[in-house]
């Protein structure tokens, strides 16, 4: 989930706010501030920040990567992401689920890594995230999807026996867009709130860059 919340507004040509989790790391770092405006254009697979108003998740001013606007196909397949059927994952970078072994859990952990990342699956392995950028040689890890089972909250959203790694097809009603944070099996977006309507775009964020 990629909540903010925004401490400074002028007119919405300049705003900045506190960004308290990860859902869009490694652009957006959690703990940090971003700067946001409205009258830069609001292009496709840049971080906007948007109002989310699903009254059954966290509401309040999220930011998150616009990959669909109104006719796009949007598809995820394998953790893979598919807009009109071209493959779209390698134009930013993006985290995602990893098995790791206790020796590169450490390493991580040493190198700064929060320690509340990583989540336990049994006594020699654990679950976290982790970009391309993160992964080392010599260490061990796998990547870890969820490719047999149905996420509770997508089917209640879409009423599909979707799940995060494996999303649609589906089409960006008019007047809506689709977003996703970077942080890709860390993120409450579109997958589970649903579209958002266009009007209820904030600003984009133009630092840090993305």
């Given amino acids: 989930m990629v909540s903010v919340l925004i401490i400074a507004k002028l007119s919405?040509?300049?705003?900045?706010a506190f960004l308290p989790t990860a859902g869009s790391e490694p652009t957006l770092k959690r703990g940090t501030f971003i700067f946001m405006s409205n009258i830069l254009p609001y292009d496709k697979y840049k971080i906007l920040a948007f109002e989310q108003?699903?009254?059954?998740?966290?509401?309040?001013?999220y930011a998150q990567r616009l990959v669909g606007i109104e006719g796009d196909k949007i598809l995820i397949k394998n953790g893979n992401l598919y807009v009109n059927d071209s493959l779209i994952d390698g134009k930013f970078d993006?985290?995602?689920?990893?098995?790791?072994?206790?020796?590169?859990?450490?390493?991580?952990?040493?190198?700064?890594?929060?320690?509340?990342?990583f989540h336990n699956i049994?006594?020699?392995?654990?679950?976290?995230?982790?970009?391309?950028?993160?992964?080392?040689?010599?260490?061990?890890?796998?990547?870890?999807?969820?490719?047999?089972?149905?996420?509770?909250?997508?089917?209640?959203?879409?009423?599909?026996?979707?799940?995060?790694?494996?999303?649609?097809?589906?089409?960006?009603p008019p007047?809506?867009?689709?977003?996703?944070?970077?942080?890709?099996?860390?993120?409450?977006?579109?997958?589970?709130v649903g579209f958002a309507d266009e009007k209820d775009i904030v600003g984009r964020v133009f630092y840090p860059k993305n």
Avoid: C
Wanted: proline share 4%.
């Fill in 175 to 192: 007047g809506k867009v689709f977003f996703l944070g970077d942080n890709r099996n860390a993120s409450l977006d579109s997958r589970y």
């Fill in 12 to 16: 919405g040509v300049l705003q900045y």
């Fill in 122 to 172: 049994d006594e020699d392995y654990y679950i976290t995230f982790l970009s391309d950028n993160d992964l080392e040689k010599g260490y061990f890890f796998e990547r870890f999807s969820h490719y047999a089972e149905t996420d509770p909250d997508i089917f209640k959203t879409f009423g599909k026996n979707w799940n995060a790694d494996n999303f649609g097809p589906l089409t960006v």
């Fill in 53 to 61: 108003k699903n009254a059954d998740h966290f509401p309040g001013t």
């Fill in 94 to 117: 993006v985290k995602r689920s990893y098995k790791v072994d206790r020796g590169f859990a450490n390493h991580l952990i040493e190198k700064g890594f929060p320690e509340e990342d």
